[in-house]
């Protein structure tokens, strides 16, 4: 697969398990991953590669949502292409329901080498009574762990993914899960030929999805990218998140609105509420709950030594994030041919997004980091703001979240072209922390740009976030 980049680590641990099923001594040598990832974030594609790779039988499905029999035809067919060495009996077989499919799969397997079927989409193939699921289980526990073979189960839905192994599902503990995020600012950096600074553009713009990274020519620089994309009404760029939200939201006009709302900047409640249009309270209470059970949205609160009921709202895929702010409206005015209205608008605001869209990747990068020479691990790492915004640190590691114990640095995050953490900078850091603690703990200052002042503890640059995702030694 030309320009696969990155997913070390995820491919080991397939091929680890795949090793595990063959080395295995007993009665029971199957395996099962449970392989859980947000749309279009390369699922599909890592598992490709990996039975590419690793030369052994396999069958790939993939579930549409089409009803039994449609489903059951559709695995029939792909059966037929696969590299069983049983496949001819599912095709003659022709089953009717899962029990029987799942039999016949079983039958179709080596007993003497390990193999891989994968189940991609599979909360399309689970219902509420859990049925699937029933039949699922039992197979597994008669008939497929019994052969040595690999069973991958994927899907995007992660509520659902995530409920398929709770310990009140059928399924529970059959399998291992594994969570694929996105490609890091480390492989983006390579794949696309980047400095650290313009790979963490580069993370904050197309979210590390696979697909909207592919388009962007290696070396070139951001707004050539985006002028490209926006001359492409059919770019990746445009078109995944509403094919994201599409599949998320069918039918949940009031979530998409509540969406749309924080993607255009709003955080609080009240304003959120005021943005969406006529929503009760209670409306948009279920709106923002689905929105955070999808994993979509969070919901923070400021991390200090004090209680806070002052939570505030964000958008999680960096990606889904830029599309709303800049894209979503700009649509049809991009569709007509005129893409470069969108990015002088998009070169106007962008540093001022940048500045508040790149916070929760350098909090992110920092719990990675540490600890290092200069801070301690820090169990959890945040931010502080009171309700009238007087009071706002980018940056808080404490010993828990939201209510800590002890604080233990505040920083800074200061992400501009050519403008370093200065003097004022530093000063007003001096300030918020007054007004968070009474100790003096460490200041840090994460910069796009360097630092013009003495008195600061910590300084993180960009070369340094990147190593937060390099492997070791890397």
Request: hydrophobic residues 45%; negative net charge; proline residues 7%.
């Amino acid at each position: 697969m030309a320009g696969f980049v990155g997913r070390t680590r995820e491919l080991g641990t397939l091929a680890a398990e795949l090793d595990r099923i063959a080395s295995a001594r007993d009665d029971r040598p199957g395996r099962c991953l449970l392989i859980r990832g947000r749309r279009r974030v390369g699922k599909s594609r890592l598992v490709e590669r990996f039975v590419d790779d690793a030369q052994v039988p396999y069958l790939y499905f993939t579930a549409a949502g089409a009803g039994t029999a449609t489903e059951l035809r559709q695995l029939v067919a792909d059966a037929a292409e696969s590299t069983l060495p049983g496949r001819d009996l599912i095709a003659a077989a022709n089953p009717s329901d899962w029990d029987a499919t799942f039999r016949l799969l079983a039958a179709a397997l080596p007993d003497d080498t390990p193999s891989v079927v994968v189940l991609d989409e599979v909360p399309y193939l689970m219902d509420p009574e859990q049925q699937f699921e029933g039949i699922l289980q039992r197979a597994w526990d008669r008939l497929l762990s019994r052969k040595p073979v690999l069973l991958v189960l994927i899907g995007s839905d992660l509520a659902m993914m995530e409920a398929l192994n709770d310990y009140r599902r059928p399924f529970h503990q059959r399998g291992r899960e594994m969570v694929l995020g996105p490609l890091n600012p480390a492989d983006l950096a390579t794949m696309l030929d980047l400095p650290p600074a313009d790979a963490i553009d580069a993370a904050l713009i197309t979210g590390g999805l696979p697909l909207v990274a592919a388009e962007w020519p290696p070396g070139a620089s951001l707004w050539d990218f985006l002028g490209a994309a926006l001359a492409d009404p059919t770019s990746a760029l445009l078109v995944s998140a509403e094919r994201s939200l599409a599949a998320e939201f069918p039918a949940q006009l009031q979530a998409r609105k509540v969406l749309t709302a924080i993607g255009s900047g709003e955080r609080t409640f009240t304003n959120i509420a005021r943005t969406a249009g006529e929503m009760s309270a209670t409306s948009l209470h279920r709106s923002l709950e689905t929105l955070q059970v999808k994993r979509l949205v969070t919901g923070e609160l400021p991390l200090s030594t004090r209680p806070s009921k002052d939570r505030r709202y964000r958008i999680v895929d960096p990606y889904l994030r830029f599309w709303l702010r800049f894209l979503a409206a700009a649509m049809p005015e991009i569709e007509r041919g005129r893409g470069d209205l969108t990015l002088t608008r998009i070169r106007t605001s962008f540093p001022s997004w940048r500045g508040r869209a790149v916070e929760p990747l350098i909090r992110d990068a920092l719990a990675r980091l540490l600890p290092d020479d200069s801070l301690p691990a820090a169990p959890a790492i945040g931010a502080y703001w009171t309700r009238s915004n007087d009071v706002e640190i980018d940056i808080v590691g404490a010993d828990r979240a939201p209510i800590a114990r002890e604080l233990y640095f505040v920083g800074s995050i200061k992400w501009h072209d050519q403008a370093p953490f200065d003097g004022h900078d530093l000063s007003a850091l001096f300030r918020h922390r007054a007004a968070l603690t009474d100790e003096p703990v460490p200041t840090v200052a994460v910069s796009r740009s360097g630092a013009s002042c003495r008195g600061l503890d910590v300084l993180y640059q960009p070369i340094d976030l990147l190593a937060a995702w390099q492997p070791a030694g890397g």
